[in-house]
């Protein structure tokens, strides 16, 4: 690591990497019948580019870095990096916490955001409370406090098992319920971030991050993603890291649209709304939703006198007791009991 004066935010989240080369062989795809399904309901999340980044953080990305602030490199961290099993994703996980953790914190607090919390990042035998120990994860960013609550998850798996680019094909011409080997980790994260009882996560390859936000209404999910390839870097490009920080800086408190939602409600207007939500007024006040609201979805409980609850937030998951699930609603094979194939 060096320390350097003249670094901003987007320098720092936009360095050049090292080409990670996958030498494992094993292509067989994780499955379990506890995922949520997603069938046709992956769409691209077309607003998540450089472009609606910039308008948003565009000034904040520009500022200089502290003089003593401490610069991690990446052609240091990932240089001579090989994937020769799937946990050797974790490297690239540990990247990626090196250089999201003073870069997340230094957004929060320029922002004046949750103010009296802290962020945390677990990459070493990351868990979800209440959570089987067997739900895969391998990157939690928590924001610890009162209330505490998991921002975004990371999901680690080689390029061999997945890869954005075919999802994103498959999207394009209409045929994502035949790419199923594709879909897999997409459904996985999604049961993580429904165990979590948040809308963000990201799925890391030795070659892309794809970003993930999810949506459920009675029990029916849906994912929108975009794919950011590892080798993309410089200023005016999406990377990797500034995606995963992005859907971080979107889950702070401020933003409503940071846990799973119901479709029929609808967030406020912000930088994460796209153009297919229903916005509503400004004028208007966010309805809240129903205490008996379909709890299909969650992993939390909803108090509707949370700080959050605007029809979107459905408990603290680090607090709450886990939901079991109505086997007349939703994934009726879920049993957040049972380990996961």
């Known amino acids: 690591m060096t320390s350097q004066t003249t670094w901003t935010l987007e320098k720092l989240l936009t360095q050049s990497k090292p080409t990670i080369v996958c030498r494992t062989t094993a292509d067989k795809p994780t499955k379990s019948p506890k995922w949520p399904r997603l069938g046709d309901r992956i769409k691209r999340w077309e607003t998540f580019n450089i472009e609606t980044l910039k308008e948003k953080y565009g000034d904040l990305l520009k500022a200089s870095l502290p003089a003593n602030f401490t610069i991690p490199q990446a052609s240091e961290q990932l240089s001579n990096i090989s994937i020769n099993q799937e946990d050797d994703i974790n490297t690239i996980i540990g990247w990626n916490v090196a250089v999201l953790e003073?870069?997340?914190e230094l957004g929060r607090s320029r922002l004046g955001l949750a103010p009296g919390l802290h962020l945390e990042h677990v990459h070493e035998n990351p868990r979800i409370p209440n959570a089987h120990a067997q739900t895969k994860v391998n990157h939690l960013i928590n924001l610890i406090g009162s209330p505490?609550?998991?921002?975004?998850?990371?999901l680690g798996t080689t390029s061999l098992?997945?890869?954005?680019?075919?999802?994103?094909?498959?999207i394009e011409q209409s045929t994502t319920s035949g790419a199923s080997k594709h879909q897999n980790p997409v459904m996985q994260l999604a049961h993580a971030c429904r165990l979590a009882n948040t809308r963000y996560g990201y799925i890391q390859t030795n070659n892309e991050v794809v970003a993930c936000r999810f949506s459920c209404a009675e029990g029916v999910w849906a994912a929108e993603v975009m794919e950011i390839p590892m080798v993309l870097s410089g200023s005016g490009v999406m990377t990797t890291e500034l995606a995963v920080w992005w859907m971080a800086m979107m889950a702070m408190p401020r933003s409503e649209d940071s846990v799973i939602l119901l479709q029929k409600e609808a967030p406020r207007r912000d930088e994460s709304v796209s153009a297919g939500d229903n916005v509503p007024n400004n004028d208007q006040q966010p309805s809240v939703a129903h205490p008996e609201v379909n709890l299909s979805c969650f992993g939390g409980t909803y108090d509707p006198n949370?700080?959050?609850?605007?029809?979107?937030?459905?408990?603290?998951?680090?607090?709450?007791?886990?939901?079991?699930?109505?086997?007349?609603?939703?994934?009726?094979?879920?049993?957040?009991?049972q380990s996961e194939q």
Request: hydrophobic fraction near 35%; charge should be negative; glycine fraction near 12%.
């Open 161 to 170: 098992k997945f890869q954005g680019g075919a999802l994103a094909k498959a």
């Open 102 to 104: 003073p870069a997340l």
């Open 148 to 154: 505490s609550r998991i921002l975004v998850v990371g």
């Open 306 to 337: 949370s700080e959050f609850a605007n029809g979107m937030y459905l408990g603290d998951p680090l607090n709450s007791q886990q939901v079991e699930f109505d086997e007349s609603q939703g994934d009726s094979s879920y049993n957040p009991h």
